[in-house]
């Protein structure tokens, strides 16, 4: 199975906050050559640290169709990195021919089941981020890194 993993998962601090969120099973796939990384917020243009941003009006889902907008906390509507950053990461799925994407939980990009909810109050409603959505739409099988441990 080949899997393509979030970057911050495998090691690399590129978290809107300039850390990572490091999973010793995941760095261990990189390393034994069975994943490849990605950031999607890199692959939008984003650089590290960046200001935090969350889905106002939806989820990733309606990011893509133009219903909700990814904003940063200080208000600048950055929907069009992540979309960029969505179909950056699609491409590398497709030229990579991944099985299985396993991206971090409650990110605009990257969350699979849980994002923030557009307040900036640190809570979560049910949802997916706009990467997962656009790579599920296109057939790729996307979990989090928690339905990952779960696997194992």
Same mark, same amino acid.
Do not use: H, W
């Given at each position: 199975?080949?899997?393509?993993? @979030? @970057?911050? !998962?495998?090691?690399?601090?590129? #978290?809107?906050?300039? /850390?990572?969120s +490091?999973? *010793?099973? =995941?760095?261990? +796939?990189?390393?034994q050559e069975q994943a490849k990384m990605v950031c999607p917020e890199l692959l939008g243009?984003? @650089? /590290?640290? #960046?200001?935090? *941003?969350? =889905? =106002?009006?939806? /989820?990733?889902?309606?990011? !893509?169709t133009g219903t909700a907008k990814v904003i940063e906390k200080s208000g600048k509507d950055v929907t069009d990195l992540y979309i960029k950053g969505a179909y950056q990461t699609l491409e590398w *799925?497709?030229? !990579?021919d991944v099985t299985c994407v396993v991206l971090k939980e409650f990110s605009p990009s990257c969350g699979t089941q849980m994002i923030y909810d557009g307040n900036f109050a640190n809570h979560k409603v049910a949802g997916e981020g706009? /990467? @997962?959505a656009l790579l599920r739409q296109e057939g790729f099988t996307v979990i989090s890194e928690n339905e990952f441990m779960e696997q194992l």
């Open positions: 199975m080949k899997y393509l993993v @979030s @970057s911050c !998962l495998a090691g690399v601090a590129c #978290r809107y906050n300039g /850390t990572a +490091l999973d *010793a099973k =995941i760095q261990e +796939l990189v390393e243009g984003f @650089s /590290t640290p #960046r200001e935090p *941003a969350e =889905i =106002i009006g939806g /989820t990733g889902k309606d990011v !893509l *799925a497709q030229k !990579l706009v /990467t @997962s």
